[in-house]
């Protein structure tokens, strides 16, 4: 973690005091943005609905601390305590770079191919994010083109998981991140195809083959949520994307099983 100046803490405090209830917001000190981020204070009924807000505010603290002490590319913690944490701006979520749809399709690409790169590199360390959507890693470009040097950063810990499966936690980090794709809009199927065959060939084959062993294990449900096609949202769209197109990875799998397990023909 950064070592703040006692003026940055200063205004800290400040910031702090002028927006007491806010959750999350950003303020610029000597020509530099920050983020603060403080503990989620629930009120009236939201208390019941949210018991542990302070104990979930505490591990995604722990978890940013972590991955900040293994070199993870995460963005900076410059202060924290036991009910916020100061974060140095990383740019702008990959999301909002798609959805902002100026730049063309290519330049989508470079971005899904910096993501997918962040992601399986963070796996590679045996590090875990918990939830990481194109909306919770941000990027800063050398250009605004589909040449661009794209530095992605990790935000927004709140959905670490705990316990020592650890190939389990990246199946569900990947499928998250997939399922993030699936769900921005401005992106096109061949466009969302090419991200996900990108994926395919950089992953850990254990974890994509775990990726296919739960698109295997639900798909029955898939065959229910169908029936709300007509009446689907954003995120229940992306599940049957994400379904649509990781079952056909399964199917050539399983021929690919089928043929290595059948006897070889003898002259």
């Known amino acids: 973690m950064a070592t703040a100046t ?15 209830d806010k959750r999350v917001w950003s303020f610029e000190f000597e020509q530099q943005k920050y983020w603060i981020k403080q503990q989620e204070k629930p009120q009236g009924v939201e208390r019941l609905l949210k018991p542990f807000s302070k104990k979930a505010f505490q591990k995604e603290l722990a978890h940013l601390q972590a991955l900040t002490e293994k070199n993870a590319p995460v963005v900076e913690l410059v202060a924290s305590g036991d009910d916020f944490m100061v974060l140095l701006d990383g740019g702008i979520s990959a999301s909002q770079w798609i959805e902002d749809n100026q730049q063309g399709e290519a330049f989508a690409d470079n971005i899904l191919r910096a993501t997918t790169d962040a992601l399986v590199n963070l796996h590679s360390k045996n590090l875990i994010h918990g ?45 998250i991140y997939i399922h993030s794709i699936a769900r921005s809009e401005p992106l ?21 083959n775990g990726m296919l062993d ?54």
């Open 6 to 20: 006692p003026e940055l803490l200063a205004r800290i405090t400040d910031e702090r005091a002028k927006h007491k």
């Open 131 to 175: 939830r990481p959507a194109l909306r919770d890693m941000v990027c800063q470009l050398s250009t605004n083109d589909e040449t661009a040097k794209v530095l992605v950063q990790f935000v927004d810990f709140e959905n670490a998981q705990s316990g020592d499966n650890l190939c389990w936690k990246k199946v569900r980090d990947s499928l």
């Open 188 to 208: 096109s199927i061949e466009q969302i195809q090419k991200a996900i065959a990108d994926f395919q060939s950089k992953a850990d084959p254990a974890v994509w």
């Open 214 to 267: 739960w698109i295997n294990r639900y798909r029955p449900l898939y065959g229910v949520l169908s029936l709300f096609k007509l009446v689907a949202r954003t995120d229940l769209k992306a599940i049957y994307v994400l379904f649509e197109q990781l079952t056909p990875y399964c199917q050539a799998r399983f021929i690919a099983q089928r043929r290595n397990k059948s006897p070889k023909n003898e002259d």
